[in-house]
């Protein structure tokens, strides 16, 4: 892989240690994680944390009150999955402050047209490594140079197994190395998957609900809990993974089939809770041969969001023209989604529509989004 990464890691590591820094982290489990092993190495020099506006991925949705009162030197963002122009764009607004990114989401690397200063750390996006290699932004920061050491010494690598458990979720079997990987992190504090997976359940219920402020108290809690245990026995989590799994159930009873084509299937879901990528997961381990659609629209929000997943095909190429087309979708090389403002139907079909171009060769009647 050569060296570029990590003095690129060396090089932001340094700004986050030199000066105080807010963090802005993505909502489910592998942000919260990322945000904690910060909170462990870097302590007091982390003035204030928050995630964005769950669901939105964009730089609106920042929490730029919070950051604009915490007068911090620099602005870490942690696992968003914005592409490179939005951080240059970002290092520009919040300038003289710098902007340190950590991420594995598959999107397009800055470009050098920033004039602020930003410290950019994405393997995937910079070709030098993929999802299998870097299967969490936790693992990311776990992998920073000395780090990794600082953190096995405080038998804390658990945190950067929650992270892939939480983002590969019961798909992570049909994938060995990234697997592999987590079970080595969680044997080193001395715990198995299942006790992690544990973990990722609580903490994800929190952006489930759409509760931010459950979503911090999540980070604090795992940024100083010792282990496992510590979050299991915590009854503000306890309790919010009761209602999440009382509104996933009853979401998986509303899934409805809209079709089929070859290779793709497509289905439609309403709750108010944000249970996208959970039964989108669902989906995707019961069509495992197939590119899972599926349309999540939330009437009590009044928005909702599309979602792809497939166990076996790429979806890059989906992703980039969705992107270059304006839409602003997250994503990496097996999952992407994005929000939309009403439960059209018709959305569904032009994403088959990609897919087929994109993944299966076949030309359709619309040419593009």
């Not at 006790?195 to 609580?202: F, P």
């Not at 159930?249 to 249970?275: C, K, N, P, W």
Request: hydrophobic share 40%; net charge neutral.
């Amino acid at each position: 892989m050569g060296n570029e990464i990590w003095l690129s890691m060396e090089s932001l590591w340094n700004s986050l240690t030199t000066g105080s820094v807010f963090a802005v982290f993505h909502w489910d489990a592998d942000g919260i994680a990322s945000a904690a092993i910060l909170l462990k190495m870097l302590g007091e020099r982390i003035v204030g944390f928050y995630p964005p506006r769950v669901g939105v991925y964009s730089l609106e949705a920042l929490p730029w009150r919070r950051i604009s009162e915490s007068r911090a030197s620099v602005l870490t963002v942690l696992d968003y999955g914005l592409p490179g122009t939005a951080y240059e764009d970002l290092s520009d607004i919040v300038a003289p402050r710098s902007v340190a990114v950590l991420d594995h989401h598959l999107v397009e690397p800055p470009r050098g047209g920033g004039r602020g200063v930003l410290h950019y750390v994405n393997p995937v996006a910079q070709s030098l490594g993929g999802e299998e290699d870097w299967p969490a932004t936790s693992f990311l920061v776990y992998s920073i140079p000395g780090v990794g050491e600082a953190c096995d010494a405080r038998r804390c690598s658990w945190l950067a197994a929650v992270g892939i458990v939480g983002d590969l979720g019961p798909v992570i079997e049909a994938r060995p190395r990234a697997y592999g990987t987590a079970a080595r992190l969680a044997g080193k504090s001395g715990y198995s998957l299942r006790d992690i997976a544990k973990v990722v359940e609580l903490v994800d219920s929190c952006y489930r609900l759409l509760n931010e402020e459950c979503i911090v108290h999540a980070a604090q809690l795992l940024g100083w809990a010792s282990g496992p245990r510590d979050v299991l026995d915590d009854n503000r989590l306890s309790r919010a993974a009761e209602e999440a799994a009382k509104a996933l159930r009853t979401a998986m009873d509303r899934v409805r089939y809209l079709f089929q084509r070859h290779g793709i299937i497509a289905y439609y879901v309403e709750s108010d809770a944000y249970v996208t990528s959970y039964v989108g997961r669902k989906l995707a381990a019961m069509h495992s041969d197939s590119v899972v659609l599926l349309l999540h629209w939330a009437p009590g929000r009044k928005r909702g969001f599309v979602y792809a997943r497939s166990m076996r095909h790429q979806l890059t190429r989906v992703l980039r023209e969705l992107r270059e087309s304006g839409v602003p979708a997250g994503g990496k090389e097996h999952v992407l989604a994005f929000p939309v403002e009403e439960p059209d139907k018709g959305l569904i079909e032009k994403l088959a529509d990609l897919v087929e171009r994109h993944v299966f060769g076949r030309s359709s009647a619309d040419g593009g989004w």
